[in-house]
C-alpha cells in the first residue's frame, strides 16, 4: 500500500515552527490504528487533508480525576445531609409532651396544657360531632367545657402507641381518663403530631368519649 504524508501535532497551543515536526506514516485510519498504543502517552493530534482529530487524555489520568471527584460529590452530600435523630429519642420526645400535658391538666393550668398543640390556625381538633380549628378556637372549647377543677378531675393516659410515619410526624393512639367525684369518663384518642421549630406538637387531634 502507498504511504501517504501526514503531520503529527503535539503540545497544546504555540506557533507552528515550533510544535509541527513533518514524518512519514500510513494514511489516516491505518495510522489511528497503527499508533493507538502511543495514545496512552498524551494528547496528540492527527492531521490529513484538513482534518484534526483529537485524542483524549491518557486513561489512567481519566480514571483518577473520575475517582477524585466522586469522592469530593459523596463527601459533600454526606455533609449537607440532615442529622437524623434516632427513633429512641423521638417516641421519648412525643411521650415527653403528653407527660407535660397530663400534668398541667391534674394542676389546673389549661394554658400549660395547650402547649402540647401547635399554635397554629391549621390545629384541628375533632370531637361528638364537632371540628374545631385553630389554636385559639380549641383552647375556648377546653375553657368552656372545663371551668373548673372539679370537672377537670384527674387526667391519666394510657394505652399509648406511637407510629413514626416520617422523621417529622407520628400518628399517637391512646386512652384517656378522668376521675371526678361523681363519674369517671373514658374515651380514646387519635393524635398526629409534628415536629416544628419549637419542638414535637399536635396539629389534629380526634377524641372520643365512651358511652356512660
Known amino acids: 500500500m502507498q504511504k501517504s504524508r501526514c503531520t503529527v501535532l503535539s503540545g497544546w497551543m504555540g506557533a507552528a515552527s515550533r510544535f509541527v515536526r513533518p514524518v512519514n506514516v500510513f494514511p489516516l485510519v491505518e495510522t489511528i490504528h497503527h499508533c493507538s498504543g502511543c495514545l496512552r502517552q498524551g ?4 492531521y490529513r487533508q484538513g482534518l484534526v482529530a483529537y485524542y483524549r487524555l491518557p486513561m489512567l489520568q481519566v480514571i483518577r480525576a473520575v475517582a477524585i471527584i466522586s469522592c469530593i460529590l459523596m463527601a459533600t452530600n454526606v455533609s449537607a445531609a ?3 435523630t434516632p427513633n429512641g429519642v423521638v417516641l421519648a420526645r412525643i411521650r415527653s409532651v403528653l ?5 398541667a ?5 389549661v394554658d400549660e396544657f395547650m402547649n402540647g398543640y401547635a399554635r397554629s390556625a391549621s390545629t384541628v381538633f375533632i370531637s361528638e360531632d364537632s371540628v374545631r380549628r385553630g389554636w385559639e378556637t380549641v383552647r375556648a372549647r377546653y375553657r368552656q367545657k372545663y371551668s373548673d377543677r372539679a370537672k377537670m378531675g ?3 393516659f394510657s394505652d399509648i402507641e406511637i407510629n413514626l410515619l416520617s422523621s ?3 400518628v399517637v393512639l391512646g386512652r384517656w381518663r378522668l376521675e371526678r367525684a361523681k363519674d369517671r369518663p373514658h374515651g380514646r384518642f387519635t393524635l398526629i403530631f409534628r415536629r ?5 406538637r399536635i396539629v ?3 377524641t372520643s368519649a365512651a358511652p356512660p
Open 82 to 84: 440532615p442529622a437524623r
Open 99 to 103: 407527660r407535660a400535658q397530663q400534668d
Open 168 to 170: 417529622d410526624a407520628a
Open 154 to 156: 384527674t387526667l391519666s
Open 105 to 109: 391538666w391534674n394542676r389546673g393550668d
Open 43 to 46: 494528547l496528540v493530534a492527527y
Open 204 to 206: 389534629h387531634d380526634h
Open 196 to 200: 416544628l421549630p419549637e419542638g414535637w
